[in-house]
Every structure is written in structure tokens, then in C-alpha cells.
Nanobody, 127 residues
Framework: EVQLVESGGGLVQPGGSLRLSCAASGFTFDDWVIGWFRQAPGKEREGVACLNRYDDSTYYVDSVKGRFAISSGNAKKTVYLQMNSLKPEDTAVYYC????????????????????WGQGTQVTVSS
């Protein structure tokens, strides 16, 4: 059974930084991709970043390029999202998700199985 648990959210001022963690377990394949998504109040869920474990390639949506970075730890199945230069519009519930195929999930959140999402962690960027 695939399980994903997010942590690291909180309240931060504009321009600040946070690092989110996604602890993953129950994978049957070592090369499943891990993606980060977010959903703000009144908005649809959108992709943020993705890590392809097969070749360690990364993908970011334009709105976070240069500010966010996705990475993985060497021990255990933990994926991080380092968020710098945070803006109020980054405020959202952040979710991690996994998929057995590709980082196309970032552009198609609805393609991810309902069983492959974490519970989410709240990020609030405000003065």
C-alpha cells in the first residue's frame, strides 16, 4: 500500500523560506516519480514540481522556477520541496503525490490515482 505523509508547512512572511517533506512508503518500484501540488482557497489543484527517480530529472511550473527546488534524501523515500522567496500567492495546501510513469502529472493532477496522494500541509505566506 502506497502511503505519503507531508510535513513542514506553517506561517511565513513574504520573502521567507520553508522546506516541505514528503515521506513515502509502500512502493513496489524504485523509479516512481514524486510530484508536489498545491490548492489555494477557491482555486483548482495545480502542479508545482516533480522529480523523476529514474534519471533524477526535475520539472517546475513557470510560476515557481528559480524559487522552488525539489530533491530527495539518500536514506529512506523522502522527497523535499525547498521554497524560497515566498509570495502571498504561494499560500495553499501543499500535497505530494506519486505516479508509476512520468512527471506529466504536474500538468495533469487529475491523472493521479486517488490512492497516491498525501494528506497535505498548510503553507500560509502573510505579513
Amino acid at each position: 500500500e502506497v502511503q505519503l505523509v507531508e510535513s513542514g508547512g506553517g506561517l511565513v512572511q513574504p520573502g521567507g523560506s520553508l522546506r516541505l517533506s514528503c515521506a513515502a512508503s509502500g512502493f513496489t518500484f524504485d523509479d516512481w516519480v514524486i510530484g508536489w501540488f498545491r490548492q489555494a482557497p477557491g482555486k483548482e489543484r495545480e502542479g508545482v514540481a516533480c522529480l523523476n527517480r529514474y534519471d533524477d530529472s526535475t520539472y517546475y511550473v513557470d510560476s515557481v522556477k528559480g524559487r522552488f527546488a525539489i530533491s530527495s534524501g539518500n536514506a529512506k523515500k523522502t522527497v523535499y520541496l525547498q521554497m524560497n522567496s515566498l509570495k502571498p500567492e504561494d499560500t495553499a495546501v501543499y500535497y505530494c503525490a506519486t505516479d508509476p510513469h512520468s512527471c506529466d502529472i504536474v500538468d495533469n493532477p487529475g491523472s493521479v490515482s486517488d490512492n497516491y496522494w498525501g494528506q497535505g500541509t498548510q503553507v500560509t505566506v502573510s505579513s
